[in-house]
């Protein structure tokens, strides 16, 4: 039983995105906020630094190896 109501809802859905129209407007509302994520993404990765990676994932010896 479970696995009808599975192919049944996985079915809806495969026929709502084959229906779905992209847009052109849709198309630049995507790219925008794409666009924003990589501009915010960049900025937190330049405030961060290199330490992060240090921080998070290097073992004392790794880290001072190159110098931290």
Known sequence: M???MK???VGGIIARVQ???LTPEIVVRVRLVL???AILA???AFQLGDDWY????????WARHIGY
Do not use: P, T
């Open 2 to 4: 479970e696995g009808v």
């Open 7 to 9: 192919s049944k809802l």
């Open 19 to 21: 229906g779905f129209d």
């Open 35 to 37: 666009l924003l994520s």
């Open 42 to 44: 960049l900025i937190l």
């Open 54 to 61: 240090v921080r998070e994932f290097a073992n004392y010896d």
